[in-house]
């Protein structure tokens, strides 16, 4: 994949998740009043969650897979903010335990990561992200990590084929090698730690 191309694809995912937000939004408002007439309280329920749920993943995936300009900041409460919504649904909970804004290529490169330890983590566990300098570090634990190895070789090798669930781990080795980096990655039983 060349630059100009993922580029796009960047431009085509922030396109995507920008025009979902307000109507999803939109349907929250509607539950919302919907809610205050007090019917159908358990079904209204199971909608505002699904409904949480979508906002929450639709946010992730904008700083995932949305364009990042090394000089555009995220903001450590919105990232707090992205992550904590996404733990309420997820199997996995994740701790960013960077302190202050980062710039939003950096987060995008740590959110990619993320969802690389998710796969790794599908009966649960915790994902840690923190920085030391300008090194990056994402370590996911659990009771039972599994790891396709083919994928997490596919980390050091920019340009492998995937399936659209696998595209984090194309589009990390990708993004890091346009920062000049490569990932260092160290597998045990029960953890996964990926660094950059």
């Known amino acids: 994949m060349s630059k100009h191309t993922a580029q796009l ?3 085509v995912g922030s396109r995507i998740c920008h025009d979902l937000v307000s109507p999803v939004g939109a349907i929250g408002n509607g539950l919302e009043l919907m809610g205050m007439g007090g019917q159908g309280e358990a079904e209204l329920a199971l909608v505002s969650e699904s ?3 979508a906002q929450a993943r639709i946010r992730f995936f904008r700083v995932a897979f949305g364009a990042a300009s090394a000089d555009q900041p995220m903001a450590e409460t919105e990232l707090r903010g992205i992550l904590g ?3 309420k649904s997820a199997r996995q909970q994740v701790e960013w335990a960077v302190t202050g804004d980062v710039a939003r290529s950096d987060a995008r490169l740590a959110f990619l990561a993320i969802m690389c330890q998710e796969s790794a ?5 915790r994902i840690t992200v923190t920085r030391d300098g300008d090194t990056w570090q994402v370590a996911g634990s659990g009771p039972k990590v599994m790891i396709d190895e083919n994928l997490w070789e596919a980390l050091g ?3 492998i084929e995937v399936a659209p669930s696998e595209v984090q781990f194309a589009l990390l080795p990708l993004l890091l090698d346009e920062h000049g980096k490569r990932p260092r990655i160290r597998i045990d039983t029960d953890h996964v730690i990926i660094r950059f």
């Open 9 to 11: 694809a960047a431009l």
């Open 51 to 53: 409904l949480a749920n």
């Open 85 to 87: 919504d996404l733990g």
């Open 121 to 125: 983590l599908p009966f649960g566990g």
């Open 157 to 159: 090798r920019p340009g």
